[in-house]
Antibody, heavy 120, light 107 residues
């Protein structure tokens, strides 16, 4: 079964840092570009970042690019999101999601999400 | 950035009804439009990609269409398991952008 499982979320103080992980299984992770998408409580979906299959290309939402870093380890079938200088408005469920065929595409497989709460 | 304007924000419907949700792109995205279903506390699930292509396993009561930069998701014969929130997403260019969502509620 194809699966994505996020981890690493939690309660963080403003200004803190966090590294989210996404473990993939059931498919050849190294052949897919991947994404992070977040959803603030009661709000809609916001794309955060994408990374190509071989890590050559990374893309970020303009408002987030200075504090967010996406990376992957194909040997470990894992995707990561490093977040610095966390703010209250970063509070959200963070999902990892797989591009269906190519970079910039529909997202055909999602993890269950990991909750990040930024609060003092 | 491409803005996706989704309407209505909510709709009340009964089992068996036909429900239509629309999404308007702020510029040409060709057919690069996807639709997702999200239930409370769960991750979104892809229903339709490239405007009108059903993902494998999605019931045929779901359909998608387009007219210019306007896109439509139709649920023909609403089932109890279809009560959820639906989002559109443009897959034409970065940044990926989503519509604001449509909550389909039980009348």
């Amino acid at each position: 079964e194809e699966q994505l499982v996020e981890s690493g979320g939690g309660l963080v103080k403003p200004g803190g840092s966090l590294r989210l992980s996404c473990a993939a299984s059931g498919f050849t992770f190294s052949t897919y570009s991947m994404n992070w998408v977040r959803q603030a409580p009661g709000k809609g979906l916001e794309w955060v970042s994408s990374i190509s299959s071989g890590s050559t290309y990374t893309y970020y939402a303009d408002a987030l690019k200075d504090r967010f870093t996406i990376s992957r380890d194909n040997a470990k079938s894992s995707l990561y999101l490093q977040i610095h200088s966390l703010r209250a408005d970063d509070t959200a469920v963070y999902y990892c999601a797989r591009d269906m065929h190519q970079v910039v595409d529909a997202l055909d497989l999602w993890g269950q999400g990991t909750m990040v709460i930024v609060s003092s | 950035d491409i803005q996706m304007t989704q309407s209505p924000s909510s709709v009340s419907a009964s089992v068996g009804d036909r429900v239509t949700i629309t999404c308007q792109a702020s510029q040409d995205i060709s057919n690069w439009l996807a639709w997702y279903q999200q239930k409370p506390g769960k991750a979104p699930k892809l229903l339709i990609f490239a405007t009108s292509n059903l993902k494998s396993g999605v019931p045929s009561r779901f359909s998608g269409s387009a007219s210019g930069t306007g896109f439509t998701l139709t649920i023909s014969g609403l089932q109890p398991e279809d009560f959820a929130t639906y989002f559109c997403q443009q897959a034409n260019s970065f940044p990926l952008t989503f519509g604001g969502g449509t909550k389909v509620e039980i009348k």
